[in-house]
């Protein structure tokens, strides 16, 4: 079984490259860190999980727990769907903290599911801090029927431009009945995969096969899709062990 678990996407162009990737941390194990984790785990990535919060009756609808998870801690509770739903020979360890408790500049892939400013600008001082090693940040942003996705790299004048970004951001929070589904969610966990594996794949070419993306964004109600992309003067730098 263990051996089967991959068999169906090991002829993928990227499925040698996930084989040398790293480990990953996620900060916040909610609508968007549920479904991505179990993406990643999924693809073979190794995880590192971050959330304070506690499962709620009214998660169930945007999140990927059930019923059973209800009063467990998210990353506790990730853990276990992963191991009933994922790969179980992937390696995931949970932690019940907070972004500002939490220390993950050390991981070299880190995601956010966080759904405050305030965590996002936590996250920002762990990867301001210049002993960081991390490689690639990647931020997702979540409403009912809209996602945004930042990506970062480790230098000076991206983390700026995010920075910049992040401080002209004004926190506006949706009515309580109408913040998430499962299937936004779920789609946006699934573009975060992917820029991660074409992040990899440029590294692993040493040429932008792939598009630098800085931001990209989906709105459902026209079904359209935007991007950013970083400039020419933009090197990805990066060696996968």
């Not at 499962?55 to 009933?84: D, M």
């Not at 599911?113 to 996250?123: H, S």
């Not at 997702?140 to 996602?147: M, S």
Request: hydrophobic residues 40%.
């Amino acid at each position: 079984m263990a051996n089967q678990t991959n068999n169906r996407q090991a002829g993928a162009d990227w499925y040698s490259i996930v084989q040398d990737m790293e480990s990953a941390a996620i900060i916040g194990c909610g609508g968007i860190g549920s479904w991505l984790a179990l993406f990643l785990n999924k693809i073979g990535l190794s995880l590192t999980l971050f959330d304070f919060d506690k499962v709620e009756a009214h998660n169930i609808g945007g999140q990927i727990f059930g019923r059973i998870g209800v009063n467990q801690y998210k990353s506790e509770a990730l853990f276990e769907t992963i191991q009933l739903f994922g790969n179980p020979n992937v390696k995931v360890q949970p932690f019940t903290l907070s972004a500002a408790e939490a220390t993950f500049n050390h991981i070299p892939i880190i995601l956010s599911g966080v759904d405050t400013l305030q965590a996002r600008k936590e996250i920002l001082i762990e990867l301001e801090n210049p002993a960081g090693t991390w490689k690639i940040y990647i931020d997702g942003r979540l409403r009912l029927n809209e996602f945004q996705i930042y990506v970062v790299y480790n230098n000076p004048a991206d983390i700026k431009r995010y920075k910049d970004i992040l401080e002209a951001t004004v926190d506006t929070p949706e009515p309580c009945n109408a913040q998430q589904t499962s299937y936004m969610a779920a789609m946006i966990g699934s573009y975060m995969t992917n820029l991660l594996l074409n992040y990899y794949i440029n590294i692993k070419n040493n040429a932008d096969i792939t598009e630098k993306i800085f931001k990209l964004s989906f709105n459902a109600e026209n079904n359209q899709l935007t991007k950013e992309l970083y400039g020419p003067e933009t090197i990805i730098t990066g060696n996968i062990k």
